[in-house]
């Protein structure tokens, strides 16, 4: 089948496709997506060998465990890029003083740490050279970063850790050589050393259907947001109030993002330049630096 003779979504077949996306992950789709949408439904409706977006949602529905394909969906959807290190300044302040405010507060030896929407894994990659370079404050520790998403695609892509071109282009050559290793046969894909993944865990979480972990001490959720309208904004950030650790707890969002109107249950800290939110029961014992 042709790919550009699929049209684009009518707008009665957006408004369907965007509100079964929007009640299976709380992703918003707003009218303006159309295209997008369009052009991102066309991969699925080609393996399928399917030729109009009416038969696929009728695909959909007609299955017997319809949440093999809702998946499916919600993989095509949500596929996005990122890459190492970025929005530097709160790894500056991941390292600088959230982990030594951690490392000297918590008795029981435990770092848990959720990159939430870690996308193709770079993110949580990062934070495993973080904390790698930071191991002394950790003797003895036992380190956990649970890396999850809501995509089958860009968490087999994590595991794979192979990376190249700009998505690695913000690690220094020392952090390059210290935690990567050249793929064979190639000068430009690199694999991400057992250094770093053996802090590693990802797996799948519906934001919105999955249970959350629990005592958690640093959340990453940064970009995520914005897919999410205020009602599952709030949903969202309350979940996290329940998962994070109350006396060691720190909250990244992207740079675009707010907790105003959002959340009363976290209070806003900026630690070097960055976006940073903890439990409101200790900011009055938190003194910024």
Not at 45 to 69: G, H, K, P
Not at 98 to 108: T, Y
Not at 142 to 159: G, N, P, Q, T, Y
Request: with cysteine.
């Amino acid at each position: 089948m042709d790919f550009d003779s699929i049209r684009r979504l009518s707008q009665d077949e957006f408004k369907k496709f965007a509100d079964l996306i929007y009640s299976e992950s709380g992703i918003f789709m707003k009218d303006s997506k159309i295209t997008l949408l369009s052009n991102r439904l066309r991969r699925r409706l080609q393996l399928l060998e399917l030729e109009t977006f009416a038969e696929y949602f009728d695909y959909i529905n007609n299955q017997r465990d319809r949440s093999v394909e809702i998946e499916q969906l919600l993989d095509v959807v949500s596929t996005n890029e990122t890459y190492f290190f970025r929005n530097e300044r709160h790894f500056d302040a991941l390292i600088n003083n959230c982990l030594p405010e951690i490392a000297s507060k918590k008795q029981d030896r435990v770092l848990r740490i959720w990159s939430a929407g870690c996308s193709t894994g770079e993110e949580a990659y990062t934070i495993a050279i973080c904390i790698n370079e930071c191991l002394s404050l950790f003797p003895g520790w036992r380190i956990e970063i649970l890396a999850s998403d809501i995509a089958h695609s860009v968490l087999d892509f994590a595991k794979k850790g192979v990376y190249s071109g700009r998505r690695i282009e913000k690690v220094s050559k020392d952090r390059l050589d210290r935690y990567f290793a050249k793929v064979p046969d190639s000068e430009i894909l690199y694999t991400v050393k057992d250094n770093l993944r053996k802090y590693v865990s990802f797996s799948r979480v519906n934001l919105f259907k999955d249970p959350f972990p629990r005592n958690i001490d640093i959340i990453f959720c940064r970009n995520v947001m914005i897919y999410f309208d205020n009602l599952h904004q709030r949903v969202l950030v309350n979940n996290f109030f329940s998962s994070i650790n109350k006396e060691t707890g720190f909250l990244f969002i992207g740079h675009s993002e707010t907790l105003h109107s959002i959340s009363e249950d976290f209070s806003y800290v900026k630690i070097k330049d960055a976006p940073v939110y903890v439990p409101n029961q200790r900011l009055r014992e938190y003194k910024e630096n």
